[in-house]
């Protein structure tokens, strides 16, 4: 199967540095929406049923793949199946936005001391969602998320929530960053573009693919765009999702879903060398 063709000149150069030179290619992915469909319960989700044995297919062939998710990391490896799998030795998770990072190698987690105001905003939650359908995420005492997908009215709790959740986050120090019908309120300083730059500073990596379905994907696509102005290529996949269009706007490549997401990374497997 042939590679498909990215829609900007960045994003060609960013494929063809990842292909010429693969052993210095870091593969960044979120987990839900990415590698894992959307579901109502984010405790349901889990990997796409092909996502491990690609992902073990490709990840000997580059320096990096890094699955990066506000989840705690070892939910993510959990609901992926990533532990114990031959091949997946340069596979690392780095959970809660890189606060948590689990190594394929090793299979241990090593984080730092949760942040104080996380369990003020945690205990002062639920009178604040009381009667609006929302419902809360525990992320491991790192963050916290508010969903609203099973709302009567999804759309009108997420906007209703928003103003009130800043302020609340504000006050114990936090912030709120939204995603689809979700508001996660976490330490600042925590994104995916500062985990995925320090993630490939440590390997000094030489290009780099990064594929996102959300609006917390955006620090990352920056990442890899102020990447690209100081000499390292990337390449930026946007996993198609209606609900938030500015991914696919700045994406050089939109493929449908983690399906799409599981084929690309397999036919890129396959071209590897």
Excluded at 28 to 48: S, W
Excluded at 80 to 93: D, I, K, N, P, W
Aim: hydrophobic content about 40%; proline content about 8%.
């Amino acid at each position: 199967m042939s590679l498909p063709t990215p829609s900007t000149p960045a994003g060609h150069d960013g494929l063809q540095a990842l292909l010429s030179h693969p052993s210095g290619a870091v593969i960044g992915l979120d987990f839900d929406g990415t590698l894992a469909p959307i579901v109502a319960d984010p405790e349901r989700a889990r990997a796409h049923p092909e996502a491990v044995s690609v992902l073990a297919a490709l990840a000997p062939k580059v320096a990096s793949v890094a699955v990066i998710t506000g989840r705690p990391a070892e939910v993510a490896v959990r609901h992926g199946g990533f532990a114990g799998v031959a091949g997946l030795e340069h596979l690392t998770v780095l959970g809660h936005y890189g606060a948590e990072r689990w190594d394929a190698a090793t299979g241990e987690v090593t984080a730092p001391e949760p942040h104080p105001g996380v369990a003020a905003v945690r205990a002062e939650l639920p009178a604040l969602l009381d009667g609006t359908g929302a419902w809360i995420e525990e992320k491991g005492g790192r963050a916290v998320a508010v969903h609203t997908r099973r709302a009567p009215d999804p759309q009108a709790a997420f906007d209703a929530l928003r103003t009130p959740l800043t302020d609340l986050a504000v006050r114990h120090g936090l912030i709120v960053e939204p995603g689809r019908l979700v508001l996660e309120l976490r330490p600042p300083g925590m994104d995916k573009g500062v985990a995925l730059q320090t993630h490939m500073r440590e390997l000094s990596a030489t290009s780099v693919l990064y594929a996102g379905d959300d609006l917390g994907d955006l620090p990352a696509f920056s990442t890899v765009e102020n990447l690209r102005t100081t000499g390292t290529p990337g390449l930026l996949v946007c996993s198609g999702s209606d609900e938030v269009t500015e991914l696919r706007k700045r994406a050089d490549l939109v493929v449908d879903g983690p399906d799409g997401v599981v084929t690309l990374l397999r036919t890129l497997a396959e071209h590897l060398t």
